[in-house]
């Protein structure tokens, strides 16, 4: 049996620029999907500005959040933990999490999907 690494990719190459996307509100902030669900790619990945994030956990969905720019918190279950541009933070499924801050952040999600593994608990 073939793993996923061996398999044929569903998807084709592209070229995406989150200058051209409108963001829209979802649970961290203003979010601009640069891979999303339906590109069926591997993962997901998100342009995301921290505006006042809720409180959340994803049930399937591993989360790597890349700051991009600005500095501020990250609340990781009863952890919370400063970050800054250039860091990198691995957050697994069932952790409760939130950014705090002036964030911009790429979150690549992990398997795609998590839009709707989204589960806000404030």
């Known amino acids: 049996m073939a793993t996923a690494l061996e398999t044929e990719s569903t998807s084709k190459p592209f070229l995406r620029d989150p200058a051209k996307i409108t963001p829209w509100s ?3 902030g203003a ?16 342009h995301v500005k921290i505006q006042d994030a809720k409180l ?12 991009i720019d600005g500095e501020g918190k990250l609340i990781l279950d009863d952890e919370e933990i400063s970050v800054k541009k250039g860091v990198v933070v691995y957050v697994p499924r069932g952790v409760k999490h939130k950014a705090v801050g002036n ?7 992990i398997p795609r999907g998590v839009l709707d593994d989204v589960h806000e608990v404030e």
């Open 26 to 28: 979802e649970t961290c």
């Open 31 to 46: 979010i601009r999907c640069l891979i999303e669900e339906s590109d069926l790619a591997a993962a997901e990945v998100h």
């Open 56 to 67: 959340h956990y994803h049930k399937k969905t591993d989360e790597i959040y890349y700051i």
């Open 103 to 109: 964030l911009t952040v790429l979150t690549v999600c």
